[in-house]
């Protein structure tokens, strides 16, 4: 039998929720943790929120306007 694979999204506490959810089930762990390209400290933050923000707001993903998000094209300012 396969193991089931959820996904949790939080905004804050993430890390430490995600440990607790897997110790209430037995061989149960945490593979990974993935952050918003926000809660980088280096590289380019203001571009990858664009690009992020711009994402999160879609229901199909559509990479020409991420890139022109990124970019900062057709922002109102």
């Known amino acids: 039998m396969s193991g089931i694979t959820p996904c949790l999204w939080f ?3 993430a890390e430490e929720a995600a440990k607790f959810y897997a110790s209430l089930f037995p061989n149960s762990h945490v593979d990974a943790v993935h952050r918003a390209p926000s ?3 280096s590289g380019n933050r203001d571009r990858a ?3 992020f923000d711009a994402m999160m707001q879609m ?4 990479i020409a306007a991420i890139e ?3 970019d900062g094209i057709g922002l109102s300012t």
């Open 11 to 13: 905004d804050g506490d």
């Open 39 to 41: 809660d980088y400290p």
């Open 49 to 51: 929120k664009r690009a």
């Open 59 to 62: 229901k199909r993903i559509d």
């Open 68 to 70: 022109r998000a990124a």
